[in-house]
């Protein structure tokens, strides 16, 4: 069973094909990946229009590649997988319009894969691949989640964000920096210059009892770090340049402490997710799940308690077409894809 997978949701482009046969847990045979990061770095932020388009122009030269690599031709492919959402509309269209057409001409059935299952699921192609069942950490640019995961498709939510995403606490503090997009790893890279107490930033929710999490308030207490350094007007706009007066000490220490903030909470809430179901293992996935001070701040903790972590291979953290394939050959495996695999190929939803 050779699944084609496409990923085309926001500002990577990436095809995947996995072999999902029998019951092993689906190998990569093949993988291609094309960033945009260098086309949006001057908008500072992704265009969708212009993601849209680039992702015209990636997509088939990429299948070339991936199918390439396997020494496969088209025609051995049994089924097309695709990111049916969440994400840019005129981006997701890009990938689903490609895998729905090359279904068709194969005559091959196409499956409709949720942008965070793909995420979640992402670890089994790690060479430490999780067991069922365990909490998730769901850490991207649009979701920050813990879950309940008791086997392909049984997904339990636990708690999540009520307003941004620790992704975007990362992004809009990096900006607040005079930092490049993506914010993430620029604001993790300057954090290790600085020191992760220079400033007190707020940790929100953190004691609430819950398993909810709050990142918005925490730009507001940059925003208003940032202008205190700059001795510009409390009241005075945010702009791009607000940090140009800094010195690269000071937004070192911001950013460390900002990251030291974040960190923080998401290690807890997942230690109480640990706690409160009981499980013992724990998988963190998305982009910010590349950060190193989550990685390292996760595995003491979680090693005191005798709790195993499985984190996805750095380079399938963040976007990628193989975690599409993958989730794809997992949900074939579990029986879950029984409906897209009877569904003709022009019925897709985005
Ligand atoms: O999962 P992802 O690639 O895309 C979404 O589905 O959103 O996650 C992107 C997010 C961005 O907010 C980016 O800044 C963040 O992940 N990110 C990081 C790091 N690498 C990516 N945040 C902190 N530290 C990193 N090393
Ligand atoms: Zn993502």
Do not use: W
Request: hydrophobic share 45%.
């Amino acid at each position: 069973m050779l699944i084609l997978g496409f990923e085309s949701s926001c500002d990577e482009t990436g095809v995947a094909l996995v072999d999902a046969s029998g019951h092993a847990t689906p190998r990569l045979l093949g993988h291609a990946l094309h960033s945009q990061i260098a086309m949006h770095q001057a908008y500072g932020g992704v265009v969708p229009e212009l993601a849209s388009r680039d992702h015209i122009r990636r997509v088939l030269p990429l299948t070339d590649e991936v199918m390439a690599q396997a020494g496969l031709d088209l025609s051995a492919v049994d089924a097309v997988a695709y990111t049916r959402g969440p994400g840019l509309a005129g981006a997701l269209l890009v990938g689903s319009g490609v895998a729905c057409a090359l279904a068709m001409a194969l005559d091959k059935p196409v499956i409709g894969i949720h942008h965070l299952e793909g995420h979640l699921l992402s670890p089994f192609l790690s060479t430490d691949p999780p067991e069922f069942p365990f909490v998730a950490l769901l850490v991207s640019g649009g979701h920050t989640q813990l879950m309940r995961v008791d086997g392909v498709g049984r997904y339990e939510l636990l708690g999540e964000t009520i307003d941004d995403a620790a992704g975007e606490a990362f992004d809009k503090s990096a900006k607040l920096l005079g930092l490049d997009y993506p914010g993430g790893p620029a604001l993790s890279r300057l954090a290790q210059e600085g020191d992760p107490q220079a400033y007190r930033f707020p940790r929100p929710l953190m004691h609430s009892g819950d398993l909810d999490f709050s990142f918005a308030g925490l730009k507001t207490a940059v925003l208003t770090q940032v202008k205190k350094l700059a001795h510009a007007r409390p009241e005075g706009p945010a702009t791009l340049h607000l940090a140009d007066p800094l010195t690269l000490g000071q937004k070192a220490d911001v950013a460390a402490s900002v990251q030291a903030a974040i960190v923080e909470v998401l290690v807890r809430k997942s230690l109480s997710a640990i706690d409160q179901t009981g499980l013992r293992r724990l998988v963190v996935a998305g982009g910010v799940g590349a950060n190193a001070r989550l990685r390292e701040q996760l595995n003491a903790a979680c090693a005191r308690r005798g709790v195993r972590v499985h984190y996805p291979e750095l380079h399938l953290c963040t976007d990628n077409g193989a975690m599409i394939a993958l989730a794809a050959g997992l949900r074939v495996q579990a029986g879950l894809a029984a409906e897209s695999l009877r569904q003709p190929a022009y019925r897709f939803d985005v």
